[in-house]
């Protein structure tokens, strides 16, 4: 008689294996639950429409759900590179922290990005203000916002472009975030900074700014992208003829007579200590002299955080970027940002009265992951 075969212990490894399987998926599951909640924001967006100069800005608004008529409004002008209305979902967890401190916040496509029409390339510091002056002129006529309550936030390359936009209409503040002074004077200190944190020698410093000086002199002369190529031996080191187009127009750009448009109004000027891209001295120097007589400029430093005003422990590490932005995206930031960010627009007048902070944690409808890093302005080596 033949033996019967052993088929418990083959049923065990297979009632092992489906357990395995089943423990994974849990698991899997439980993480996509984390990340779809994290990524979950408590305020509602909508698509927009914004008519400028003959076309479309393909805009989103987010709105507060505590239940009010009308909201104050905070406008974003984006630092530089192809950045769309969200960035990327970098703004979320900012839009959020204005919602809780009742505000909305509005921002759209640069022309060109996510199938917007037009070329951010072709633009100068004044399209982009004209741009984001007729964005508030569109919001003032929704009955959901508060005109008198329309202020500005912008980071990097917007530090050019914020007051121009509030010398050709009122806003009622400005928070600006690492924004620079001359575009030159940016240029070479983030040349500088970057070689020296990168450990480079004595010597690709020195051949480092000598290309720098040969891009300012072409510069100045106006000469064309073929000409830049050629006085750099044919080798355009990733300068494309539209970014060259770009710098063409806007290395002149200088913010120290522009912010005199500031005076009076309520700004927060936020820096960060580890900033490779603008130096924040410079820039603390300039607003204090020209906005401090008006008793309106409030400065906050971050000694943790990069010009992006993420952590920098983040910053320094892709894997940890993308990890935290997938399970904790709010935790991207230093340390108080968002909470000061919200703090600043309470204290902001109100019809109504002061506005009660609100703190309860996200549990809104989603957003985008964020896996960008928010606001890292694309760099001009001038």
């Known amino acids: 008689m033949c033996p019967k075969p052993k088929?418990?212990?083959?049923?065990?490894?297979?009632?092992?294996?489906?357990?395995?399987?089943?423990?994974?998926?849990?698991?899997?599951?439980?993480?996509?639950?984390?990340?779809?909640?994290?990524?979950?924001?408590?305020m509602d967006e909508q698509r927009v429409s914004i008519r400028h100069g003959g076309h479309v800005l393909n805009g989103v608004l987010a709105l507060p759900r505590d239940g009010r008529k009308q909201h104050g409004l905070v406008v974003y002008i984006h630092g530089d590179g192809p950045v769309d209305a969200t960035h990327d979902g970098g703004y979320r967890p900012l839009w959020e922290a204005n919602a809780k401190a009742g505000y909305a916040s509005l921002s759209w496509d640069k022309p060109g990005v996510?199938?917007?029409?037009?070329?951010?390339?072709?633009?100068?510091?004044?399209?982009?203000?004209?741009?984001?002056?007729?964005?508030?002129?569109?919001?003032?006529?929704?009955?959901?916002?508060?005109?008198?309550?329309?202020?500005?936030?912008?980071?990097?390359?917007?530090?050019?472009?914020?007051?121009?936009?509030?010398?050709?209409?009122?806003?009622?503040?400005?928070?600006?975030?690492?924004?620079?002074?001359?575009?030159?004077?940016q240029g070479r200190?983030?040349?500088?900074?970057?070689?020296?944190?990168?450990?480079?020698?004595?010597?690709?410093?020195?051949?480092?700014?000598?290309?720098?000086?040969?891009?300012?002199?072409?510069?100045?002369?106006?000469?064309?992208?073929?000409?830049?190529?050629?006085?750099?031996?044919?080798?355009?080191?990733?300068?494309?003829?539209?970014?060259?187009g770009f710098i063409s127009r806007n290395y002149t750009a200088d913010a120290?007579?522009?912010?005199?448009?500031?005076?009076?109004?309520?700004?927060?000027?936020?820096?960060?200590?580890?900033?490779?891209?603008?130096?924040?001295?410079?820039?603390?120097?300039?607003?204090?002299?020209?906005?401090?007589?008006?008793?309106?400029?409030?400065?906050?430093?971050?000694p943790d955080a990069a010009h992006s005003l993420v952590k920098r422990s983040l910053e320094q590490s892709?894997?940890?970027?993308?990890?935290?932005?997938?399970?904790?995206?709010r935790s991207l930031f230093a340390d108080g940002f968002l909470d000061s960010q919200r703090r600043f627009l309470g204290e902001r007048p109100t019809r109504q009265g002061p506005v009660a902070l609100r703190t309860t944690p996200a549990t809104g409808t989603g957003g985008a992951t964020l896996l960008a890093v928010p606001f890292a302005g694309a760099k001009a080596r001038t």
């Open 318 to 329: 892709d894997l940890k970027l993308t990890l935290m932005a997938l399970f904790s995206p």
């Open 7 to 42: 088929s418990r212990p083959r049923r065990r490894g297979v009632r092992a294996a489906v357990w395995s399987l089943v423990s994974v998926l849990v698991v899997a599951a439980g993480l996509v639950g984390v990340v779809l909640w994290q990524n979950s924001y408590d």
């Open 114 to 185: 996510a199938g917007a029409p037009g070329d951010w390339l072709a633009q100068s510091m004044d399209d982009r203000a004209a741009e984001a002056a007729a964005a508030i002129a569109w919001a003032r006529t929704r009955p959901d916002i508060d005109g008198d309550r329309i202020g500005l936030w912008g980071a990097s390359q917007a530090g050019w472009v914020l007051p121009k936009v509030a010398a050709k209409t009122p806003v009622s503040f400005v928070i600006a975030v690492s924004p620079a002074i001359n575009w030159l004077q």
């Open 189 to 244: 200190y983030n040349l500088l900074a970057e070689l020296r944190s990168e450990g480079a020698s004595a010597e690709r410093i020195e051949a480092e700014t000598a290309k720098s000086d040969r891009t300012r002199r072409l510069l100045r002369r106006h000469a064309t992208f073929e000409e830049y190529v050629r006085a750099m031996g044919g080798d355009a080191d990733g300068m494309t003829a539209d970014r060259w």
């Open 256 to 302: 120290t007579r522009d912010l005199r448009a500031l005076r009076g109004i309520p700004v927060l000027l936020t820096l960060a200590d580890h900033d490779l891209n603008v130096d924040t001295a410079d820039t603390e120097r300039v607003y204090r002299k020209v906005l401090d007589a008006g008793g309106a400029l409030t400065v906050e430093r971050y």
